[in-house]
């Protein structure tokens, strides 16, 4: 009898791993990091069964480490995800993404008619008003935003 | 109190108590806009008027809430006399008259320029209406118009009508009769009707309103029928705009044995027959009367 062929994911050596990643988001992770790219190796698994989380998505990328933008914007679209930051194959660093109360500059305010839309020098300014559902809303224009028009930022899948 | 802030965005940084202090000291305020008194409590004192949208009433009314107290104004009453035309950005323009005068009125056309101003200069700064947001002295003067004409706010029955999807008068107004447990009706076309976050808003907050399409739904039981203008640039197609504009103008016939009265922030177009305006029923200039007595309360507070 034929035994099943497994496929192993290795281990990263340098790099991030982004573990518990709502489910079927990874894809939206991977747009806010601009990936994938030519020169860097992506690992993605999707709906992988969790006991904390039922389901949950994962992605590793090969030698590149997640400045604190990036992880605010992961935050926006997986609240609950951690980022385990590798050296030489070890986790040198395990942190949640941080949800702010509030988020400056990493979004735009989806109300084409905001001020902070028209090149004046000013940075989007949000307030969370509910964290799950997200609703955010615009400390200037007052306008709210929920998940789909924040993902809708981040570009076409 | 708002006024700590040293100034008026949103009537969402107000406080009920805030908006009563207003309405009281706006009443004592009454015989110095009717010329019964004279005051010159802002003598000396210098108001910078930035209107890069048209405006006769909310302008006007300021210019003489702060001459009626002494004061003086300087200003454009549109875009195109400043240097604007010339590209300049709103925020550099802001903190040059900051630096000119004691307080700031600015509306444009763009939502948030308030906030962004006030932000930027260490004098305070009026929201005279940014875009399809916020119109907090708008609002300050209705309901100080229904607590005049009938003594309370709490415990009216108020029927927004027209466009409540684009009609900022009207968002802020839902949510300062919110704050007083007013009972609302919203009455509109479907297509106008308020946007979904402000009746998610008062839905938090507690508050059951009645939506219909039909004014007749709800003028045997309203106190005021707040009227807003249906604009003919939202209707793709034209005879839509015609059909849906004749099923919301009021007239005498249509008021007659009813017990509510009329307001409207103005202009109108025709959305009110003037054969309404002589009537118990429209108090639409009143109203406007109004918005001295209070804009002389909100200068008087926040102007030092």
Sequence with gaps: MKTPKELKVTPIRNGTVIDHITANKALHVLKILNLPSQDTSVTIGMNVKSTQMGAKDLVKIEGRELRSGEVDKIA??????????????????????NLLEKISGIINCGNPNCITNTGEPVDSLFYVTSQEPLVVRCYYCERAMDQSEIEEQFGPL | MVFSQGDIISIRDFSKDD???ILRTAEKMEPIARSLEKSDILYGKLLGMLFYEPSTRTRLSFEAAMKRLGGCTIGFSEARTSSATKGEKLSDTVRTVGEYTDALVLRHNMEGTARLAADIVDVPVINAGDGAGQHPTQTLLDLYTMKRLLGKIRNLHVALVGDLKYGRTVHSLAYALAMFGTRMSFVSPPELKMPREIMEDLNGAGVSVHETSAIRDVLPYVDVLYVTRIQKERFPDPQEYLKIKGAYTIDKDLLKNSETIVMHPLPRLDEIATDVDSTPYGKYFQQAFYGVPVRMALLKSLIK
């Design chain 2, 19 to 21: 908006i009563k202090y």
């Design chain 1, 76 to 97: 926006l679209i997986a609240p609950h995800a951690t980022i385990n930051i590798i050296r030489d194959y070890e986790i040198v660093t395990k942190g949640k993404v």
